[in-house]
């Protein structure tokens, strides 16, 4: 069975960093790329962007381009999301998702639970 | 980066009703647009790929259709299970991605 598992729920403070992972069990954990979606409270879907464990490989959305870092460890099947110095407006769910590593393909079939974090002085 | 607009932003419908979302892209995306599902504190759930693929698993009554611009996911009879919030994304040569803002089908 595929699953991706997130780290629970963080509360931090602004300017504090902040790193969530994403755990990847039942597949090939290098074959697909790991993405990162942002929901703030109450609204949308935003795509924050991806990694493929296999190579490293990552794309951003300009939106979030140097507001934060994606990175894998494929030792141990798990990507993460990091921040080096949280804003109150950083507060969301955030989502990993799956999607496979071919051509037309940039969907994200199977979805993590979220990670709710909250940043607050 | 590539638009996405969805319309409309909430639509109120009753069990049986066929139900239509339009997604319009800013740009050319060619067939590259899913579309999802989420349910209030759930993550989303695929239900179409490459503009009309139907995801393993989901209900016949999704579809599909659209290329270029312009895209429509439908229900062809609403289900009570069916009242969420549907949102299209698009992904481009380069695996970057973006969302449309949501359409929330409410009961009326």
């Known amino acids: 069975e595929v699953q991706l598992v997130q780290s629970g729920a963080e509360v931090k403070k602004p300017g504090e960093s902040l790193k969530i992972s994403c755990k990847g069990s039942?597949?090939?954990?290098?074959?697909?790329?790991i993405g990162w979606v942002r929901q703030m409270p109450g609204k949308g879907l935003e795509w924050m962007g991806i990694?493929?464990?296999?190579?490293?490989?990552?794309r951003y959305s300009p939106s979030f381009q140097g507001q934060v870092t994606i990175s894998a460890d494929k030792s141990i099947s798990t990507a993460y999301l990091q921040w080096s110095s949280l804003k109150a407006s950083d507060t969301a769910m955030y989502y990993c998702?799956?999607?496979?590593?071919?051509?037309?393909?940039?969907?994200?079939?199977?979805w993590g639970q979220g990670t709710l974090v909250t940043v607050s002085s | 980066d590539i638009q996405m607009t969805q319309s409309p932003s909430t639509l109120s419908a009753s069990v049986g009703d066929r139900v239509t979302i339009t997604c319009r892209a800013s740009?050319?995306?060619?067939?590259?647009l899913a579309w999802y599902q989420q349910k209030p504190g759930k993550a989303p759930k695929l239900l179409i790929y490459?503009?009309?693929s139907l995801e393993s698993g989901v209900p016949s009554r999704f579809s599909g259709s659209g290329s270029g611009t312009e895209f429509t996911l439908t229900i062809s009879s609403l289900q009570p299970d069916d009242f969420a919030t549907y949102y299209c994304?698009?992904?481009?040569?380069?695996?970057?991605?973006?969302f449309g803002q949501g359409t929330k089908v409410e009961i009326k």
């Open positions: 998702a799956r999607q496979l590593a071919v051509a037309g393909r940039g969907d994200f079939d199977y």
């Open positions: 990694i493929y464990p296999g190579d490293s490989d990552t």
């Open positions: 039942g597949y090939s954990f290098t074959s697909y790329w």
């Open positions: 740009q050319s995306i060619s067939s590259w």
């Open positions: 490459k503009a009309s």
């Open positions: 994304q698009q992904y481009n040569s380069y695996r970057r991605g973006t």
